[in-house]
């Protein structure tokens, strides 16, 4: 079934401008109608269903929002995930109007809400865990949007959700401080509290659009306020989502290529799953698509050499050198290559290997990517990083198409000072 992710918002994250191939349906529920007809549509080749939480008029009030029926839509819609966005006022001095908080915990403040998809236990007890309600998948990705957009934003935060649809009193305000909470708002804790009972991974990015009325030299929060703030910045939330949804999409490729390795156990000896990319490379959309990864990473870098280690990492180097502009250079093993070398000794299971660089291949300065298609231990890749430094190249990253993470490769690369990147990962028993 194709990754399909679920988005209950508000204002202006409903808009169809925003999908390709879009639909509007409408959906009934054992636990009646959502708050909106969901629109189906795409964001980079990924299947999403947003629900407007509110209604599209905001005429639901938080207290009346159905929230078992979303829910449950986006569940049997097949959604694996499910984003949330929301204004929050902020209870903390140093979260400011704008910011945005990836929230991890919520305290429920709520009185009259259906918290339960469960009216009566017909097979049993079920009482679901909530000690972490927010996804940490999701949580990451939204931390790593904010990040790479520049945006204002808290790692962590917690939410209290009061009934609304009136504002906190002064009292009220400085007792939720009190509390520990960090922000507040109507409407996320009966989500969180369903959507973990539905077993659907859930998160939440909360705006900050006010101080509630804790804040003395500030005027209590309005309506008004709250929507202004969140107009001026509804764009920046667009941004985040299509930011996420798009890493899911890259996820999604990725999968892809490494389904189309295969894998030979107990090769070359028992005990061994050996990854062969020969089915890989020999398929032409996969190996289009890694050098089409590897180019978008690298081409505006300012690469002036690609190393490539033997054997298949001339097959990639080379594909790539010629997209990114930039020279080839071969390394090998001792004796293969025919002019003045530089050469570099390194350990094997059993006994030392050497491998070596042409002496006049990288001129002092120069940018290199180091490329192979596999990282193991790393004992050829360190190798190879010495021999680009022996001749004054400054190597920007090493880079695989497979990385076998339980043997520790990355690590050792990464504890000599060198950037790793790789597209997919084994583990051992995989």
């Given at each position: 079934?194709?990754?399909?992710?679920?988005?209950?918002?508000g204002?202006?994250?409903?808009n169809?401008?925003?999908?390709?191939?879009?639909?509007e349906?409408?959906v009934?529920t054992?636990?009646?109608?959502?708050?909106?007809?969901?629109?189906?549509?795409?964001?980079?080749?990924?299947e999403?269903?947003?629900?407007?939480?509110h209604?599209r008029?905001?005429?639901?009030p938080?207290?009346?929002?159905?929230?078992?029926?979303n829910?449950?839509?986006?569940?049997?819609?097949g959604?694996?995930?499910?984003?949330?966005?929301t204004?929050?006022?902020?209870l903390?001095?140093?979260i400011?109007r704008?910011?945005?908080?990836?929230?991890?915990?919520?305290?429920d403040?709520?009185?009259?809400?259906?918290?339960?998809?469960?009216?009566?236990f017909?097979f049993?007890?079920?009482?679901?865990?909530?000690?972490?309600?927010?996804s940490?998948?999701l949580?990451?990705?939204?931390?790593?949007?904010c990040?790479q957009l520049g945006f204002?934003?808290?790692?962590?935060?917690?939410?209290?959700?009061?009934?609304?649809?009136?504002?906190?009193?002064?009292?009220?305000?400085?007792?939720?401080?009190?509390?520990g909470a960090?922000?507040?708002?109507?409407?996320?804790?009966?989500?969180?509290?369903?959507?973990?009972?539905?077993e659907?991974?859930?998160?939440?990015?909360?705006?900050?659009?006010?101080?509630?009325c804790?804040?003395?030299?500030?005027?209590?929060?309005t309506w008004d306020?709250?929507?202004?703030?969140?107009?001026?910045?509804?764009?920046?939330v667009?941004?985040?989502?299509?930011?996420?949804?798009e890493?899911f999409?890259?996820?999604?490729?990725?999968?892809?290529?490494?389904?189309?390795?295969?894998t030979?156990?107990d090769f070359?000896?028992p005990?061994?799953?050996?990854?062969?990319?020969?089915?890989?490379?020999q398929?032409?959309?996969g190996?289009?698509?890694?050098?089409?990864?590897?180019?978008?990473?690298?081409?505006?870098?300012?690469i002036?050499?690609?190393?490539?280690i033997?054997?298949?990492g001339?097959?990639?180097?080379?594909?790539?050198?010629?997209?990114?502009?930039?020279g080839?250079?071969p390394?090998?093993?001792?004796?293969?290559?025919?002019?003045?070398?530089?050469?570099?000794?390194?350990?094997?299971?059993y006994?030392?290997?050497?491998i070596e660089?042409?002496?006049d291949a990288i001129k002092?300065?120069?940018?290199?990517?180091l490329?192979?298609?596999?990282?193991?231990t790393?004992?050829?890749?360190?190798?190879?990083?010495?021999?680009?430094?022996?001749?004054?190249?400054?190597?920007l990253?090493?880079?695989?198409?497979?990385e076998?993470?339980?043997l520790?490769?990355r690590?050792?690369?990464?504890?000599?000072?060198?950037?790793v990147?790789?597209?997919?990962n084994?583990?051992?028993?995989?």
């Amino acid at each position: 079934m194709a990754l399909k992710i679920g988005i209950i918002g508000g204002s202006g994250l409903d808009n169809p401008d925003l999908l390709q191939d879009f639909k509007e349906i409408e959906v009934d529920t054992p636990f009646g109608k959502p708050s909106s007809p969901l629109i189906i549509g795409k964001i980079k080749g990924i299947e999403v269903a947003i629900i407007s939480r509110h209604g599209r008029k905001h005429e639901i009030p938080p207290t009346q929002v159905n929230n078992r029926a979303n829910i449950y839509a986006l569940k049997y819609q097949g959604c694996k995930f499910i984003l949330s966005t929301t204004a929050v006022g902020s209870l903390k001095e140093e979260i400011k109007r704008g910011d945005f908080v990836i929230l991890d915990q919520f305290i429920d403040f709520t009185k009259q809400r259906k918290l339960s998809f469960y009216e009566k236990f017909e097979f049993g007890p079920i009482h679901t865990p909530m000690a972490n309600p927010f996804s940490e998948k999701l949580r990451k990705k939204l931390i790593e949007a904010c990040k790479q957009l520049g945006f204002p934003h808290h790692e962590k935060g917690t939410v209290i959700t009061i009934e609304g649809p009136r504002f906190s009193t002064i009292a009220e305000s400085k007792m939720f401080r009190l509390l520990g909470a960090d922000i507040i708002n109507m409407s996320i804790a009966p989500e969180a509290i369903l959507a973990n009972e539905a077993e659907v991974e859930y998160a939440t990015i909360a705006m900050s659009t006010d101080y509630d009325c804790w804040k003395q030299d500030e005027s209590p929060v309005t309506w008004d306020e709250i929507s202004k703030v969140f107009s001026q910045n509804v764009e920046k939330v667009k941004q985040v989502i299509v930011k996420i949804i798009e890493s899911f999409s890259i996820e999604e490729e990725y999968r892809k290529i490494k389904e189309k390795i295969r894998t030979i156990p107990d090769f070359p000896k028992p005990g061994i799953m050996f990854r062969d990319l020969t089915t890989l490379l020999q398929d032409k959309d996969g190996f289009r698509k890694v050098i089409e990864i590897f180019h978008e990473r690298y081409k505006d870098r300012g690469i002036n050499i690609v190393a490539g280690i033997e054997s298949r990492g001339f097959i990639i180097g080379g594909a790539l050198a010629e997209k990114i502009n930039a020279g080839f250079v071969p390394i090998r093993k001792k004796g293969k290559l025919p002019f003045q070398v530089e050469s570099q000794e390194y350990d094997l299971e059993y006994g030392k290997d050497t491998i070596e660089i042409h002496k006049d291949a990288i001129k002092p300065g120069e940018k290199v990517l180091l490329i192979d298609d596999l990282i193991a231990t790393s004992g050829t890749s360190t190798a190879s990083c010495k021999l680009i430094n022996k001749l004054g190249g400054k190597i920007l990253e090493c880079a695989f198409i497979v990385e076998l993470e339980d043997l520790g490769g990355r690590q050792k690369l990464e504890s000599e000072g060198y950037n790793v990147f790789s597209i997919v990962n084994f583990k051992e028993n995989e």
